[in-house]
T-cell receptor
Framework: GAVVSQHPSWVICKSGTSVKIECRSL??????MFWYRQFPKQSLMLMAT?????????EQGVEKDKFLINHASLTLSTLTVTSAHPEDSSFYIC?????????????FGPGTRLTVL | QKEVEQNSGPLSVPEGAIASLNCTYS??????FFWYRQYSGKSPELIMSIYSNGDKEDGRFTAQLNKASQYVSLLIRDSQPSDSATYLC???????????FGTGTQLKVEL
């Protein structure tokens, strides 16, 4: 149980284009999902908390107009990187909180590696 | 002071030995504690969670929590080369949603 999927697993795009990443909880409902970014050899950085049916909560320094988050259902959250630039190249990882489990735990998706040319 | 602190390592142990990974946290209101393992180029995977003072064992892994000392640790018995990874300590405070992660400890298990 507690499987989280992400799509795509990797994407290469041209500078200035937008990229959408999907995060799905496959066997549980997630009222809360999280989006992280990780640069090589660095720790996870929380970008935003995605709440089903309401606006996302962004961490300080993360541009909400550049990183659009939509959590339209209890099993799906999307992150759209708008007008991507090379400095946005990173490993984007989502996680979903399973409140129904005995451990109330966050489970991570496999990540999406974004390369902006 | 960082909210969750871990020694970045690398921590090198011989195969078959016990690896001891440590984590301290600053918020006394923290309620839930998690250990994740992250292989290079992969996303974190949950190893264990712990909520109460004392030890919790799962196979070769034992998590230890001491809230008075604001300290949580992970012991890996009979370490294997496949255990070589970065281990992330994460803490949730009270009823909050977010997990606060440490920067991780790199573990190397040598043949």
């Amino acid at each position: 149980g507690a499987v989280v999927s992400q799509h795509p697993s990797w994407v290469i795009c041209k500078s200035g284009t937008s990229v959408k990443i999907e995060c799905r909880s496959l066997d549980f409902q997630a009222t809360t999902m999280f989006w992280y970014r990780q640069f090589p050899k660095q720790s996870l950085m929380l970008m935003a908390t995605s709440n089903e049916g309401s606006k996302a909560t962004y961490e300080q320094g993360v541009e909400k107009d550049k990183f659009l988050i939509n959590h339209a259902s209890l099993t799906l959250s999307t992150l759209t990187v708008t007008s991507a630039h090379p400095e946005d190249s990173s490993f984007y990882i989502c996680s979903a909180r399973d409140r129904t489990s005995a451990t109330d735990t966050q489970y991570f998706g496999p990540g999406t590696r974004l390369t902006v040319l | 002071q960082k909210e969750v602190e871990q020694n970045s390592g690398p921590l090198s142990v011989p195969e078959g030995a016990i690896a001891s990974l440590n984590c301290t946290y600053s918020d006394r209101g923290s309620q839930s504690f998690f250990w994740y393992r992250q292989y290079s180029g992969k996303s974190p995977e949950l190893i264990m969670s712990i909520y109460s003072n004392g030890d919790k064992e799962d196979g070769r892994f034992t998590a230890q929590l001491n809230k008075a000392s604001q300290y949580v640790s992970l012991l890996i018995r009979d370490s294997q080369p496949s255990d070589s990874a970065t281990y992330l300590c994460a803490v949730r405070t009270g009823g909050g949603n977010k997990l606060t992660f440490g920067t991780g400890t790199q573990l190397k298990v040598e043949l």
